[in-house]
């Protein structure tokens, strides 16, 4: 009895002793989270809800977040863009398996690779006026900027130079156009004197005076002496994707080359169309087409201070220079105009011809790109002075006009002809339009109704005057829809065309009247 009592204390011992080391190999070999009752003590960490591990401590989870990370970026140049998502649950548990922590690290590394977007590498946007480029380092925007200036920059004695923008924030510059001839002369420069400050001023004001009374042409060094940007350039550090990043030859094709732009050239005094194309060297059947509604013909006359849309060939990023030069020309005195503030600006005299004078000058031409802005003279000796035309012109603007019907071909044009018929004159006043009986008539320009009725060779016709003395007239007409002494309005209805007197065939005969004699319409109608 005894001996079997001792044999079940014996298996009662050793299964204890058993479980007792298994309990402590599962702890002590797969890692162990003591349970704490009312505390989440047991951690599962997910990267885009794939699981990475588990762990006993939330530090330790984010903690191993972070090295992954940091593992990762450092395999890629620039700035590595990982976009994914992580979260850490947590439960309380009274035993669990803690993950290796090279385990869980390279699952945590694997994850977010798979998440990688792309690199983002340093970059330097170049905005020049509405022009942008992205560039890799700042050695590729002062390359590019030169190669800019290159075409007006023989010898490359002028070099551009990145510099940090104080009036802006952190991280932007600028770019400044540097003559490097005169940083040499700079820092080979004279010292000051050891009499002080104001001993070297008084000597240099004193040399500028004495020189001054001695200057000639010899004097003057001729060449290029400036270059510059004339947009606005403004270099923004930053960091983007590589697939942004625009190559070195690509940028430097895209702001060299040369591109359609239009701008506007304000009308002057003096104007004409042809001096217009010969100062843009542009054909003058161009600008017509560029400007339609103002120049409807080359005849068409200019308005003071009127635009004209002008096509430039130019590049992207423009560059004034200013060269210096020895001229010997003939030159032209500035036009003077009188202005006469009782005349339109279509109304001038010439009361002097003007006759051209010849100089010798030292000059500074300013150029944007290939053309001259702006010229200054520095020095000059005349031979012959240069007699300047003077003239009058009108300073009111005259009324617009507008085609008094819609549609309608021109069968006869203002001025001389062979006249249509029997008892039709030669000198056509006006402009004809071949309409059907019965179009539309509109009154040109606003103003009073002067005749409305039959008039001879012009058959039924209606005769408008204007402010300031202008005169429409609308003839051979088949209805009248005015009468005398009534007010208009510009593109009112005032008759229907027609085949009245001496007339051909169905059309609108229309006058412009100016100082009691007719001028061509298309000069004026808008």
Known sequence: MKNLFDSKKRELIFIISTAI?????????RGYSPFSEGTDDYFHMYINDVKVGDFSDEEEALDLLLEARRNVASRYAGTAFMDFDYRIESENVLTG?????????????????????????????????????????????????????????PGGRFEVRLVRDTNRNFGVL???VVDTQKDREISNGPTLPSGGMQTYLDEQTNLEIETNEEINFQDYETGLISISFVENIVIAEGYVPASQLTSLEDAIEQVTKENDKPFEH???????????????????????ENNPDK?????????????????????????????RNYVDEDYDAEIIIIPRDDWYTTETNVIQQPSAGHHRAIVDQHFINDTEAEREVLIEEVDIEAVPKIMERGTKIPPTYIKPIYGGRISSYFGYRNAPTAGATTYH??????????????????????QAGWSGSYGYMILITHPGGTQTRYAHLSSIGVSVGQSVTQGQVIGRSGNSGRSTGPHLHF????????????????
């Open 21 to 29: 080391t298994i309990f402590a190999c599962f702890i002590f070999v």
């Open 97 to 153: 398996d803690v993950t290796p922590r090279s385990e869980a690290l390279a699952a945590a590394e694997e994850l977010m690779i798979a998440s990688l977007k792309e690199t983002l590498s340093p970059s330097y946007t170049v905005k020049m006026g509405d022009y942008m480029v992205t560039l890799a380092g700042e050695t590729e925007v002062e390359t590019l900027l030169n190669e800019a200036i290159d075409r007006y920059n």
């Open 174 to 176: 600028t770019a400044v």
């Open 266 to 288: 304000v009308i002057q005094a003096g104007d004409t169309l042809s001096g217009i194309s010969l100062l843009y060297d542009k054909p003058i059947d161009e600008i017509m």
């Open 295 to 323: 120049l409807p013909n080359a005849n068409a006359t200019l308005h003071l201070n009127d635009t004209l849309i002008i096509t430039q060939t130019e590049p992207e990023l423009s560059i004034e220079h200013v060269e």
């Open 429 to 450: 006043r006006g402009i004809d339009w071949a309409t059907p009986t019965g179009t539309s008539v509109m009154a040109s320009c606003g103003g009073t109704v002067t």
């Open 511 to 526: 006058e412009i009247i100016m100082g009691g004699s007719p001028v061509n319409p298309l000069n004026y109608i808008t």
